[in-house]
Nanobody, 125 residues
């Protein structure tokens, strides 16, 4: 019943920007911690950014200063603003949600109960 739907992916040149969205339904959105993960070709899924129900944010070190995660509780939506994109950012980006995640697990994919289908981001040189 819980559904997460990502959008906003696409093809962009290096140095460009994209804004991803994840619309959630079937849950009490304001009570959930939300996150973005990504999986590049031949790579494991990795943590990108998270925002807890408190509004506190967390980032992968390599995206700090370039990416910004935010949430709009009124719209049950989170966003990932991605600036200064690089080819190594190319991946399928997934939205994830969990109601009771603890801080020590915020970066762990296995800690999240709900996942979207992903949206492709391709950054060309």
């Amino acid at each position: 019943q819980v559904q997460l739907v990502e959008s906003g992916g696409g093809l962009v040149q290096a140095g460009g920007s994209l804004r991803l969205s994840c619309a959630a339904s079937g849950l009490t959105f304001s009570r959930y911690s939300m996150a973005w993960f990504r999986q590049g070709p031949g790579k494991d899924r990795e943590f990108v950014a998270a925002v807890r129900y408190s509004g506190h944010t967390y980032y992968l070190d390599s995206v700090k200063g370039r990416f910004t995660i935010s949430r709009d509780n009124a719209k049950s939506t989170i966003y990932l603003q991605m600036n200064s994109l690089m080819p190594e950012d190319t991946a399928v980006y997934y939205c994830a949600a969990d109601q009771r995640i603890i801080l020590s697990s915020i970066r762990q994919a296995g800690a999240y109960d709900h996942w979207g289908q992903g949206t492709q981001v391709t950054v060309s040189s």
